[in-house]
């Protein structure tokens, strides 16, 4: 069931915050992970794999290694002998667009996607537990909406009528009515975020699952004076470089902010220059030259 057991420092004590975050040693999920540590959290870490790039048991209190579309592993993940548990799924067979867009996936992608949400929520009903958060994508919003890059429509009532343009966007938005339907038949209090493109600093950059942020970072710190770099596509939604037939995701897509101002008094401050930056400065060193 698991990859190397369970490694865990702290014991859990009656007076600690407690979070679950399932996926914990993907992108989001390790960061996600951290910052719950230094806020005050006991947290456990559950995910199939080892984090590429760091050590989570750093920060992370416990962690377990298991795949999460079996029952059992779920339930494993969340029991902790108290119903307060957060829970914080991030879990998903997912990749960038050599992943998702190509359809050789699909049918893994929406299977063990699916089963993972199922049995998290199945679980948390068993155990008792209430509170979770899901990360949802950007890629459930209808295709059509998205095919002027200048005037893209990610509006979050725009959701429906549904058409996403990949079957990863269509299980996210399957798994955002699961939960919702288990908020109105069993009282889970589900909290849900459509994420857009992420990037960053530990991050997959390589092997075929990486973003097009990371991916284009790896290819300029790989390319020799005066070379060239090849992007999948026409150029019309990239830098004309050199375009090569490859999977496309939607021509335009902007994260609509209006309703996370209103309702948190937030928004996303990092300008994407700074944000590559940081990326491409974390790539470099590890490339092969």
């Known amino acids: 069931m698991t990859e190397e057991g369970n490694v865990s420092k702290k014991p859990l004590s009656a007076a600690n915050k407690v979070a679950v975050v399932l ?8 960061h996600l992970a951290r ?48 119903t307060d548990v957060e829970v914080y799924q991030l879990a998903a067979d997912m990749g960038g667009a050599s992943y998702i867009f190509t359809g050789e996936h699909d049918a893994n992608v929406m299977t063990n996607s699916a089963l993972i949400n199922l049995h998290t929520l199945k679980a948390m009903v068993a155990l008792g537990l209430k509170r979770v958060f899901y990360s949802s994508s950007a890629c459930i ?20 009528p549904a058409n996403p343009d990949s079957e990863y966007g269509w299980e996210k938005l399957f798994s955002e009515r699961l939960y919702l339907s288990y908020m109105r038949n069993y009282g889970i209090e ?10 960053g600093i530990e991050g997959t950059w390589d092997g075929g699952r990486e973003k097009a942020p990371a991916a284009i970072c790896r290819k300029i710190a790989m390319m020799q004076d005066g070379g060239e770099i090849e992007i999948f596509g ?56």
């Open 23 to 30: 996926g914990g040693c993907g992108f989001i999920g390790h």
């Open 35 to 82: 910052r719950l540590q230094t806020e005050g959290y006991w947290v456990r870490v559950a995910d199939i794999k080892k984090q590429e790039y760091c050590d989570v048991s750093t920060f992370a209190d416990d962690v377990m290694y298991g795949d999460l579309s079996d029952y059992q592993t779920c339930v494993q993940a969340l029991s902790l002998g108290r």
């Open 141 to 160: 919003y209808p295709e059509h909406n998205q095919l002027n890059p200048d005037n893209p429509n990610c509006e979050e009532s725009s959701a429906y």
């Open 190 to 199: 589900p909290r849900i975020a459509r994420f857009h493109n992420v990037y």
């Open 234 to 289: 026409d150029g019309n939604q990239k830098l004309s470089i050199k375009h090569i037939p490859g999977p496309l995701g939607v021509r335009g897509r902007s994260s609509d902010n209006r309703l996370i101002r209103e309702k948190l008094q937030w928004e996303p401050i990092s300008p994407l220059e700074v944000g590559m930056t940081k990326t491409y400065n974390w790539i470099l060193p590890q490339v092969p030259k």
